[in-house]
Structures are given as structure tokens and as C-alpha cells.
């Protein structure tokens, strides 16, 4: 009998070519639609019914059953309610990271037991090696797209029974195969933004949330520049929608830190250079595979997804890691993740707690 694949299908092109590269290798394949949110967007629509609609026109197509499963209660408790206290903290995370780890590699994959699965595959850009017990994650061959950042909180033993079909492709040609097989998702618009908010209005859907209250933004000699409407929007390094206009030297203006507590916004014009920083640490990280035996090695880093990764030095310190750049970074964010490489390897990745020049 062949082998059962239970792919998480989304509704987009990268999921839906996956269950048929699979079907295509011989595979046993079954789609599952993950629902982790309860709400319209905007326009009153429930685009998670939007989605799973997709989902059957493509299992359909393909030939093959498809089931749904509702995650939206462990989705508040496990991802969204850590990614309102970090924004009340006036971090910036990435709740996509987490609903990774506490979703679509664990609950996720219990329930696809239930359905007889022997593996479990998903679009992700990325690629995995299994060697005996220790199962590596490796970079994508579409660099552009590699999503390796988005797994950096995977244990070896999540990784153990999963597949990344389009991980050796790259979109142009994943859209060009899906168009070939007549996938109605072929053409469909990838999606952007956080994933449980989607294409909706950040601003008012975060003000659902944290109470917001306007305030002043404040120059570096404590001049009053404008005003900011909820603190917590805003990120460091921010030049758009700062609503302050010309004046000074006429160059943009952008966001230097937040102070949360007396609710003030802090910018400046022109010099960027405070907000450049060399050395970042993570006081807990997250070893995908294996630890390196050395206190401190080589490696190249990811502070955002799709930035080119910068070379650095890791220096082991205890459950954490500091990272020296060679090169000073632009606007590193506490909250948000270094993800380090070795190499193909993506070794993993810690939350950011500090940043500072050395």
C-alpha cells in the first residue's frame, strides 16, 4: 500500500501543488484545512470560508479527500495572547513563528495520525534531510521565498515525518506547474500581512485589542513633531506613516524607539546612525538539530524574513546566543527573531532581547 501524506492545505497555489506533486510520486494523499481564526475581514466576508472553498476545488481537481479541522481555541491561548502581550510590551513579534511550532507541527500533526497519516507535508519554501534519527532543516532553492525563518522554533523531532515538495522550486515555477495542472489556485494571490489578520486593516484590528491613546511624537531634543495615534503601531526604523511632514532639513523622518509607559514616539531626521547597531543577544535559543560544540563559530543571520543573511560570529552563552555582525544593522527589533545559518543548515533561531554597539 502506498505511504499516506496528510498535506496542511491552505488554499493557495504552494499548498495546493504540494498535495499534487505528491499524488503525482504515488503517494496516498489526503488535504486538511487548518481553521485557527473566527472573523469576517473588512468587507464581511469569512475568508477562511473563502479559503477552504479553494481547498475542495483543488482536492477535487486532484482527486483526492479533504477534511477540516478548527485549532481557533488553541490558536488564542497558544500564539494570539503572546502576540498581544508583546505588543503591550512595545516589542514587535511574529506570531506566524509560533503557529508554527504550536500549531502546524503539533496539533496539526496528531490530528493527521487520526487520518492514518505516515507523513505530513506542507508549501513551505524550504527543505529537510533525514539522516537516521536527526533530521535537518535546509534553505530553499528559491532564496527569495525561503521560509526557513518561519520555522526556526521546530524541534529535530517535528521535523521527523515531514515532507516540503516545492522546496526545490521556485515560484515562477511552482505558478507555471499549477496552471499546467488547471489548480484554480494558480493564479491566486499570495497572501500577506499576519496570518490570522490578512489583508485587513492592521491599525483597527490591533485597537480591537490594546487600548489605544493618542499621544506625541517627540524628536531627540524633546520636541513635540506631531502626533502618533497608539504607540504600539509603529516599529523601529519606520519612515511611512508618521504623518509629520516636512520641516527641518526636509529629509524623512523615521521612528528611533517607543516609550510604551509615558506613551511617547521618538524620531528622528537625516542620521540614521542610532538605530545601527552590531551586536544583538537572545537570552533563550532554539537549536533546531545540534548545538555546536564550540562556544563560538561563524555563521550568517536573519533578523527579518527575506533579508539577505549578514555574516556574523555566535558566541554561546549558556541557554542563550550573542550575535556579533560584521556590518552594522539596520533597525533591529526586540521581539522579533535571529535565525542562524551554518552553511544550508538553518541551526535556528531566539527571540531578540537587546541590541547594542561593541
Not at 24 to 52: I, K, P, S
Not at 244 to 256: D, K, L, M, P, S
Request: some cysteine; overall charge negative; charged content about 25%.
Amino acid at each position: 500500500m502506498a505511504q499516506r501524506v496528510v498535506v496542511g492545505m491552505s488554499g493557495g497555489v504552494d499548498s495546493s501543488l504540494t498535495a499534487l506533486l505528491l499524488k503525482e510520486q504515488g503517494y496516498d494523499v489526503v488535504g486538511l484545512f487548518m481553521r485557527n481564526w473566527h472573523e469576517t475581514g473588512d468587507d464581511g466576508h469569512c475568508t477562511a470560508d473563502e479559503d477552504f472553498y479553494d481547498v475542495r476545488k483543488v482536492c477535487n481537481t486532484i482527486g483526492i479527500p479533504y477534511y477540516s479541522v478548527d485549532f481557533a481555541d488553541l490558536y488564542f491561548e497558544n500564539v494570539f495572547k503572546l502576540f498581544i502581550d508583546e505588543y503591550q510590551k512595545g516589542r514587535t513579534p511574529n506570531p506566524d513563528v509560533l503557529c508554527n511550532r504550536e500549531i502546524k507541527f503539533g496539533p496539526f500533526v496528531e490530528y493527521a495520525k487520526t487520518l492514518g497519516a505516515d507523513w505530513i507535508a506542507t508549501g513551505h519554501y524550504c527543505n529537510v534531510r533525514h539522516d537516521g534519527d536527526k533530521h535537518y532543516l535546509l534553505k530553499a532553492k528559491d532564496q527569495n521565498k525561503d521560509q526557513t525563518y518561519f520555522l526556526n522554533q521546530l524541534s529535530s523531532k517535528q521535523l521527523e515525518k515531514v515532507l516540503f515538495p516545492v522546496g526545490n522550486l521556485d515560484k515562477p515555477e511552482v505558478r507555471e506547474l499549477a496552471k499546467k495542472y488547471n489548480l484554480s489556485t494558480a493564479e491566486k494571490k499570495d497572501s500577506t500581512g499576519v496570518c490570522f489578520i490578512g489583508e485587513r486593516n492592521f491599525r483597527k484590528f490591533l485597537s480591537e485589542y490594546i487600548p489605544m491613546k493618542d499621544g506625541p511624537i517627540m524628536d531627540l531634543n524633546g520636541n513635540i513633531v506631531g502626533k502618533h495615534h497608539g504607540v504600539y503601531y509603529y516599529t523601529v526604523g519606520q519612515r511611512k506613516g508618521l504623518g509629520i511632514g516636512g520641516g527641518g532639513t526636509g529629509e524623512a523622518w523615521f521612528v528611533v524607539s517607543k516609550d510604551v509607559k509615558n506613551n511617547i514616539l521618538y524620531v528622528s531626521q537625516g542620521d540614521q546612525s542610532m538605530i545601527y547597531h552590531n551586536c544583538l543577544e537572545c537570552d533563550s535559543f532554539n537549536y533546531i538539530t545540534y548545538k555546536p560544540e564550540e562556544t563560538s563559530f561563524r555563521c550568517t543571520v536573519r533578523i527579518r524574513h527575506r533579508q539577505p543573511e549578514q555574516n556574523a560570529t555566535a558566541f554561546i552563552q549558556g541557554d542563550g546566543l550573542k550575535l556579533v555582525f560584521d556590518e552594522k544593522q539596520r533597525a533591529i527589533a526586540e521581539g522579533q527573531y535571529a535565525v542562524v545559518y551554518v552553511g544550508d543548515i538553518c541551526l535556528g533561531g531566539g527571540v531578540i532581547e537587546r541590541k547594542y554597539n561593541i
